[in-house]
């Protein structure tokens, strides 16, 4: 396969998840602007989960870059993080409908913490399977140090 199918199979995947989410927001029953401020919350856990779904989508963009050949063992692994990264409407869309409540917000947490292992096995098949110059690993090797700290 190509490397700019899986980019662009990606890419949707992306652009899917990111428009899932907004399309959950309802609009206020009322018209004037402090109708908006019940609103607010699920704003919030929104612009939250989007931050963080983009996020991916720009690392995965550049870490695709890197690659030379997509391998099957690729295509699983980035198919597993496409999964991880697809729950998160729905984990967002039940902590704003729950008012935050303890227990989605507990999942929510977990479905966060979910594509980060994904993407390490993404990250680490990569690298195994397309060879990284030594400025590409430094590179790298930067990049998880500054995950470990933030």
């Not at 939250?48 to 099957?72: A, E, M, P």
């Amino acid at each position: 396969m190509k490397k700019n199918r899986l980019e662009a199979f990606s890419d949707g995947m992306f652009a899917i998840i990111m428009t899932i989410m907004v399309l959950d927001i309802k609009a206020p029953h009322g018209i004037n602007f402090k109708d908006l401020s019940s609103t607010l919350p699920t704003m919030l856990c929104y612009l939250q989960s989007f931050w963080f779904v983009g996020n991916y989508w720009s690392t995965h963009h550049h870490i695709l870059h890197t690659v030379k050949r997509v391998t099957g063992t690729i295509l699983v692994a980035n198919l597993n993080l496409l999964f991880w990264l697809s729950l998160i409407p729905f984990v967002t869309g039940w902590v704003s409908e729950s008012d935050f409540a303890p227990d989605p917000v507990i999942v929510y947490a977990i479905a966060l913490l979910l594509p980060g292992f994904a993407w390490t096995i993404l990250q680490k098949i990569i690298e195994k399977h397309n060879t990284w110059d030594d400025n590409m690993k430094v590179v790298m090797k930067r990049q998880e140090i500054k995950a470990y700290i933030s």
